[in-house]
T-cell receptor, first 114, second 110 residues
Framework: DTGVSQNPRHKITKRGQNVTFRCDPI?????LYWYRQTLGQGPEFLTY????????KSRLLSDRFSAERPKGSFSTLEIQRTEQGDSAMYLC????????????FGQGTRLTVV | RKEVEQDPGPFNVPEGATVAFNCTYS??????FFWYRQDCRKEPKLLMS???SGNEDGRFTAQLNRASQYISLLIRDSKLSDSATYLC???????????FGPGTRLSVLP
């Protein structure tokens, strides 16, 4: 499978715990994006990387959230001290550089904070 | 005002009907436009890109009106399998992220 891969697919955690999600983009894609989606809403942008550089972060990304893409390939998104409001689907997408290129999404990680 | 706005629906239409969705965007410098489809509890998937001259792919037609800053999607001869949420997506010029609208839910009824 050469698409975007995310794991785990589901994560249930207790409030206050830290969680980490992984995303493996399509191999030749140099851009990688993280989005969060809650029921009935469109995906909300969190952050994006071009290669290993984190170029943009949304104000939605509080201090408890951190993302890395250390070698410009896979990326991790960590949430520290999880809150119930963090419960959502976390989507990763990748794309090539340039206008008009579309983003390809992984199947997402569904986080439930109890 | 949100960057990308859509009527959330739901649009309930019979099989064979023609249905149209509109989307407006706030950043006049936006460069790229897309329609994505998202099935329940699945990831968004590209339906079609939207070009300035308009484009068609089978039963689907997308139009872009830069002057009015809106994008449309027309679905002809609706099928049951078209039932999904349709997301309008804009790639603004000032940033490189993709901005999604809230989506329009379509239910095609037998």
């Amino acid at each position: 499978d050469t698409g975007v891969s995310q794991n785990p697919r589901h994560k249930i955690t207790k409030r206050g715990q830290n969680v980490t999600f992984r995303c493996d983009p399509i191999s030749e894609h140099n851009r990688l994006y993280w989005y969060r989606q809650t029921l009935g809403q469109g995906p909300e942008f969190l952050t994006y990387f071009q290669n290993e550089a984190q170029l943009e972060k949304s104000r939605l990304l509080s201090d408890r959230f951190s993302a890395e893409r250390p070698k410009g390939s896979f990326s991790t998104l960590e949430i520290q001290r999880t809150e119930q409001g963090d419960s959502a689907m976390y989507l990763c997408a990748s794309s090539l550089t340039g206008q008009g290129t579309e983003a390809f999404f992984g199947q997402g990680t569904r986080l439930t904070v109890v | 005002r949100k960057e990308v706005e859509q009527d959330p629906g739901p649009f309930n239409v019979p099989e064979g009907a023609t249905v149209a969705f509109n989307c407006t965007y706030s950043n006049s410098a936006s460069q790229s436009f897309f329609w994505y489809r998202q099935d329940c509890r699945k990831e968004p998937k590209l339906l079609m890109s939207v070009y300035s001259s308009g484009n068609e792919d089978g039963r689907f037609t997308a139009q872009l009106n830069r002057a009015s800053q809106y994008i449309s999607l027309l679905i002809r001869d609706s099928k049951l399998s078209d039932s999904a949420t349709y997301l309008c997506v804009v790639n603004p010029n000032y940033g490189q992220n993709f901005v999604f609208g809230p989506g329009t839910r379509l239910s095609v009824l037998p």
